[in-house]
């Protein structure tokens, strides 16, 4: 049975979403996302939900506005009181938001890690992100919020895949 609950906590995987965007003009994410409604359905939660220390959720979904997480596993860290690192994890985790153009992005991987402190996310393990007709493939992506760098490194022999189309022509008479 899911468990529909809201968390101010679980708003910074909300977050994580928006920053994955990886082959996103300036606008990550649909701008009225963050206005609709934050719904968090786990199959289990286990954990302090205002002290310091991990909460774990199992069998994961957020959605709120076009965002969706899923997991198969979420830490979520608090020191101080406050979210240090959400911890995604699944066969795979993904999550999918549209931008305000209507243009979904999808990322997936084994496993999906955000510092709140730094604003890292790093995706590891079969990682795939697809944003309108670009791709990009690898073993492991280290993305900066706070500066929009990219870092990946590829799986077997060491490459990642990179597929950006071009633009459409314009025809006209």
Do not use: W
């Not at 909300?14 to 994955?20: F, G």
């Not at 199959?43 to 002290?51: E, F, H, I, S, W």
């Not at 009181?81 to 993904?94: F, H, I, N, Y």
């Amino acid at each position: 049975m899911l468990l529909p609950f809201r968390l101010r906590a679980v708003e910074r995987l909300a977050l994580l979403a928006a920053c994955l965007a990886l082959f996103a003009p300036p606008a990550l994410a649909r701008s009225d996302d963050r206005d609709k409604p934050l719904d968090v359905q786990a199959g289990g939660l286990d954990g302090v939900m205002t002290q310091d220390g991990d909460t774990r959720f199992t069998d994961l979904v957020i959605t709120q506005g076009s965002l969706r997480i899923d997991a198969a596993e979420a830490t979520v860290t608090r020191v101080a009181g406050e979210v240090t690192r959400v911890l995604l994890k699944g066969s795979p985790a993904s999550l999918q938001q549209e931008n305000d153009e209507g243009q979904l992005m999808r990322a997936r991987a084994q496993q999906i890690v955000y510092d709140t402190g730094t604003e890292i996310v790093v995706l590891s393990g079969d990682v795939q992100v697809e944003q309108g007709r670009d791709t990009f493939r690898g073993d492991r992506v280290r993305y900066d919020t706070r500066n929009g760098r990219i870092q990946g490194g590829g799986g077997e022999g060491g490459r990642i895949h990179l597929t950006i189309q071009p633009k459409p022509r314009a025809t006209g008479n």
